[in-house]
């Protein structure tokens, strides 16, 4: 990984922990928790791709497994987001836009129940067995209900952080419009195609009034003469 990636990595995972665990965690809302962390790594998995979410999520997790409070074995949330980002990485497209908020919304729900089932299941290897006691049809629920909720006020952000400080070329070919960069397509559809062929229509239709300008121009010169 860039180095730049690799501070902006550190520092929202940070930022992102200590957010969940001092504000998030307290809420004692019913059933789940809103998981900052995972919609963390899922952004920075859809722009550096695979390889990169994988590193991240491995990252963001183990720093979880050992930050305070935590009461599971180390290593335990390290592999549950090591898995998810792996798989929000895949989704990466190929230009770096997307067109629709649908993907990213699916992919986040995928991704609390995926993250959740996975994080159970491997407690049940180690002898945790907290999840049946909570009720595993619940933590389902809320897990990809608060998740959801949050993620349009996470997501965009963190992608849009990580292209610019990625130095992503598109990024700064649309730095002056709106819509046109990956993080504006979680709200609303790609326009940069329509709004570039207006301008281009507009700019054809300047030209041939030009050309009829100059046109009438010399007729009426000719006349005079």
């Not at 390290?78 to 980002?85: E, F, I, K, Q, R």
């Not at 990485?89 to 770096?96: A, D």
């Not at 049809?137 to 952000?157: E, K, M, Q």
Request: glycine fraction near 14%; proline fraction near 4%.
């Amino acid at each position: 990984m860039r180095v730049n990636r690799l501070l902006l990595s550190s520092a929202l995972v940070v930022v992102a922990l200590v957010i969940q665990v001092s504000v998030l965690a307290r809420l004692h809302l019913p059933g789940a928790v809103p998981d900052l962390l995972l919609l963390t790594v899922l952004g920075l998995a859809m722009v550096y791709g695979h390889v990169g979410g994988a590193l991240v999520g491995f990252g963001a997790g183990l720093l979880a497994d050992l930050a305070p409070p935590a009461d599971h074995a180390a290593g335990r949330y390290a592999l549950v987001l090591c898995v998810v980002g792996y798989f929000a990485g895949l989704i990466k497209p190929e230009n770096g836009r997307l067109k629709s908020a649908t993907g990213p919304m699916v992919v986040v729900v995928a991704a609390a129940i995926g993250s959740t089932l996975l994080y159970a299941g491997v407690g049940a290897l180690v002898g945790d067995t907290a999840a049946r006691h909570v009720g595993m049809t619940s933590l389902l629920i809320t897990a990809a209900l608060y998740d959801l909720l949050l993620a349009p006020f996470v997501v965009p952000g963190i992608i849009a952080l990580a292209r610019r400080a990625d130095n992503d070329p598109l990024t700064e070919a649309n730095s002056g419009t709106k819509g046109g960069d990956i993080s504006s397509g979680w709200i609303s559809s790609g326009t940069g195609m329509r709004i570039g062929g207006q301008r281009g229509g507009l700019g054809g239709l300047k030209a041939r009034a030009r050309t009829r300008n100059v046109r009438v121009g010399r007729i009426k010169g000719v006349k005079r003469l």
